[in-house]
């Protein structure tokens, strides 16, 4: 069975007990204690990938870093996790959890890569346009790219729109070069 189906197995399992909480927003801050450190931590990925290393051990390192900074359920659940050797799983299942939580709730992540800082009425204008368009619930998030000339590009899952000055140049560009010029 591919990864993707373990993940969202898991993941869909992660939902169910946390709509059973009574606290969501505190099941969700603790498992994005774990999802973060998985996601800086390269070294954690891959000891917990490596078949290596004994169960037992990465059941000790997974305490040891999170017992008392998460509920004692998700460690439960984590430890089970590693128990039917699907440890090599957890940050995916970690990432599955986040975006079918997202899904359920009418939550967009939208990266935005700008060629300047824009201002807050700029990003607020800009989500709620986006808000008005998708009927969704939009979390923005901005990043500088150096690389454009002036406008901006912004992803909505696996859509990319472009409306950079860099974009307009190539496309006028291609029309100049398809274009063919009457001969006297």
């Known amino acids: 069975m591919p990864s993707s189906k373990f993940a969202k197995r ?8 946390g709509n059973e909480k009574n606290n969501i927003k505190e ?9 973060s450190a998985f996601e800086i931590s390269k070294e954690l990925r891959l000891i917990y990938a490596n078949p290596i290393i004994a169960r037992s051990k990465k059941l000790s390192i997974l305490k040891s870093i999170f017992e008392g900074k998460v509920n004692e359920q998700i460690l439960i ?13 957890i940050h995916e299942i970690l990432k599955e959890y986040f975006l079918m939580r997202d899904e359920e709730l009418g939550i967009l992540k939208v990266d935005v890569n700008t060629s300047c800082e ?3 009425s700029q990003k607020e204008k800009f989500k709620t346009q986006l808000e008005n368009l998708t009927k969704k619930t939009i979390n923005l998030k901005f990043k500088i790219d150096s690389t454009l000339k002036g406008g901006f590009v912004f992803r909505i899952g696996d859509t990319m729109y472009d409306s950079s000055i860099k974009r307009q140049l190539e496309i006028l560009k291609n029309k100049f070069l398809q274009t063919e010029l009457p001969v006297y």
Do not use: P
């Open 77 to 89: 659940y984590i430890n089970g996790i590693i128990e039917n050797k699907r440890e090599a799983f």
């Open 27 to 35: 099941f969700d801050k603790d498992l994005n204690i774990i999802f």
């Open 118 to 120: 824009f201002t807050s």
């Open 10 to 17: 898991y993941a869909r399992a992660l939902i169910q007990i």
